[in-house]
């Protein structure tokens, strides 16, 4: 019982950090909100999460 737990912990633990395929660096996950306009012409905003890695934070940044 109490491995199993153990393991299930370590896994959970695992699965938060994601590494880049590309750059090898670490994937962070953050809240995106992106001002999306529509077809009426009113503005509504939209929350992504993006993952960020040294790939693409400088556009995601910008
Ligand atoms: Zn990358």
Redesign the pocket.
Known sequence: MAKKMDFAQKSKKKSDVHT?P??A?P?QYVKHVKAVKTEDGAWKFRSLNTGV????EAEVYA
């Open positions: 880049c590309i750059c660096g994937i890695c040294k790939c693409n």
